[in-house]
């Protein structure tokens, strides 16, 4: 367990403040083909850390292999916000970063679900 607690600190994890959950399949998806994913998650990560995000922000993006909505992809789910948006392309996630991000509001024509409780 120590290395486990040493690796996290190391992540970063004690300051997180909004987890980043996109999905990114290996295979075909009906939302979106595997290279959109793979393309939009690599951006993701990029304008992070060019804009020095994760740590000035406590952003921490997470590939996960789906999120199961399979419609209107990449899907990127925001916690704790409880915040899922769809159509994660670049210029999507640049509002995301910019609007949701950076100004703390949430870009309601992206928006494909909230979470009614979301733990905090």
């Known amino acids: 367990m120590d290395k486990a607690r040493q690796?996290?600190?190391?992540?970063?994890?004690p300051q997180i403040r909004l987890h980043l959950f996109m999905c990114v399949g290996k295979k075909e998806a009906e939302c979106c083909s595997a290279s959109a994913m793979t393309q939009a998650y690599k951006y993701l990560r990029k304008r992070l850390k060019e804009l020095k995000l994760r740590k000035s922000h406590g952003l921490f993006?997470?590939?996960?292999?789906c999120l199961d909505v399979c419609k209107g992809g990449p899907i990127l789910a925001v916690y704790p916000d409880?915040?899922?948006y769809g159509g994660c392309d670049p210029d999507a996630l640049d509002?995301?970063?910019?609007?949701?991000?950076i100004?703390?509001?949430v870009v309601e024509d992206?928006?494909?679900a909230r979470c009614d409780v979301v733990a905090g």
């Open 95 to 101: 509002r995301i970063i910019q609007e949701h991000f």
């Open 61 to 65: 993006p997470t590939a996960t292999a």
């Open 110 to 112: 992206l928006v494909i």
């Open 82 to 84: 409880g915040i899922w």
């Open 103 to 105: 100004d703390g509001n």
């Open 7 to 13: 690796k996290a600190k190391k992540l970063g994890v």
